[in-house]
C-alpha cells in the first residue's frame, strides 16, 4: 500500500519544520552553530554530516515532497549529481546517460569520468530501447532527465525504471525542471531523484543548492561518499530554503499556467520558428507527459525565423531579464549555445539538436498580459533594426 501525505503545500509549509521551544515563533529557528557537543547527546551532529537541526529539518521536508524515505542536500546541484553518481560507480564500470542533459552534467561525465577508470555512453534517443542499446555488462547506472534542459523533451520513466531493474541496474533522473510540484519520479520506480534546489525549491534566485532523494538504503550509501566530498550546505543558506520550499506549490502552479498560455502565444507568432513546449499538443513528448506530469512545467525553449537575430532580441526585452539561471519567480532568458551548454562543441550541441539561435525562457510568476507584450515589443525592435541594416 502507498504511504499516504499530506496535501502538497502542506507539506511545503510544515513538514520538518522546526519548533521555536523558547519563543513560540512562527517559523523554523536558525541554528548557526557548526561545533556541537560529542558526550551525552543521542546525536553527534557535525555540519559536514548534514545532520544539524536545520540539515535534518529540510530533509524531511524533501524527503516527503518527493515521496522519498530519506534525503540529502548540497551546495549545490552539480555536488548532487555527482555525489549521486559517483556513490553508485567506481573504476570499471559504466553509465548510460541521456542524450540531452544539462551541460554541468555532460562536462562532468565527458571531462572527469575517464580519471577514475568509469565509461559511458550517451543514447540516441529517448525512448527505452535507446537506453537499453547502450548496456553493457559493466554497466551500473542509468541516468535522465526529463523534461530535458533546454528542448523539453520528455522519457518515460516507468519505462526507464522498469529496464533498469530488469538489468540490475540503479536509475538515476535530474527532476529540476519539473519540481515535485509537476512529478514524482519514484512513484514511476526510479530509484535516485536529484534537484538543483538552486532553481524551483529557492525559486528566488539567491539560493545555491543541490538535493538528492531516495530509500534508506541507497542515500545511507550516498552519505557515505557525500560526507567525505564535503558538499554540504551552510545552515543559513539551509534555513533560506525551507522558507522558500514553502511557496513552492503556489509559485509553480502559477508558472505552469504563465508557460502555457506564452507557448501558445510563441507559436502562434509569425515570427517565431518553433516552441518546445510539453503542454503543446504537437511537442513529441505531449500524450507522455499528460501521463507522468501533474503540470506542464514553467520552462519553454523557442526558436525565432532566420532573419531575426535572438541575441539582439534577448537586448531588446524590457521586462524579461537576461539570466545565467532559471525557475526565480522573475521572467528571464538566455542563449544554450553561450551559458548552460557554453562548454560543449559545437558538434555536441548540435546533436542534441540545440540551435545557436535557441532561446531557453523560464517563465516567472508576471502577468502574462505583461510577458507577451515584452515579447511582441522585443521582435519588433528586433525586425527594424535588421530592416535597416538591410537598407544601409
Known sequence: ????????????????????KQHKGAVSPLYMSTSYAFTDVDVKRYPRYFNTPNQEGLCKKIAALEHAEDALIFGSGMAAVSTALLAFLSAGDHVVLQQTLYGGTHNLVTE???????????????????????????????????????LLTLT??????????????????????????????????????????????????????????STKAHMERIFHLAKNLGG???????????????????????????????????????????????????????VLAKRQMKGFGGMLSFELKPYLDSAKFQKNLQLIKSSMSLAGVESTVLSPKDTSHGLLSPEARAEQGITDGLIRFSVGIEEAEDLMADIDQAIKETKLSASYAGGQ
Open 156 to 213: 518515460d520513466m516507468e519505462a526507464v525504471a522498469q529496464l533498469a531493474k530488469r538489468h540490475g541496474l540503479v536509475s538515476i533522473i535530474d527532476n529540476t525542471f519539473a519540481s515535485p510540484v509537476n512529478q514524482n519520479p519514484l512513484d514511476f520506480g526510479i530509484d535516485i531523484v536529484l534537484h538543483s534546489a538552486t532553481k524551483y525549491m529557492g525559486g528566488h534566485s539567491d539560493i545555491c543548492a543541490g538535493a538528492v532523494a
Open 112 to 150: 572527469e569520468f575517464a580519471k577514475y577508470g568509469i565509461s559511458h555512453s550517451f543514447t540516441e534517443g529517448w525512448q527505452p530501447q535507446d537506453f537499453e542499446a547502450k548496456i553493457r555488462p559493466n554497466t551500473k547506472v542509468i541516468y535522465i532527465e526529463t523534461p530535458s534542459n533546454p
Open 232 to 286: 554540504s550546505l551552510s545552515d543559513y543558506t539551509v534555513w533560506l530554503l525551507e522558507r522558500s520550499i514553502k511557496t513552492m506549490g503556489l509559485r509553480v502552479k502559477a508558472q505552469n499556467g504563465n508557460a502555457m498560455t506564452l507557448a501558445h502565444h510563441l507559436k502562434a507568432h509569425e515570427d517565431v520558428n518553433a516552441v518546445y513546449y510539453p503542454g503543446l499538443e504537437d511537442h513529441p513528448g505531449h
Open 1 to 20: 500500500m502507498k504511504k499516504k501525505y499530506p496535501g502538497f503545500n502542506t507539506i511545503c509549509t510544515h513538514t520538518g519544520e522546526l519548533e521555536d
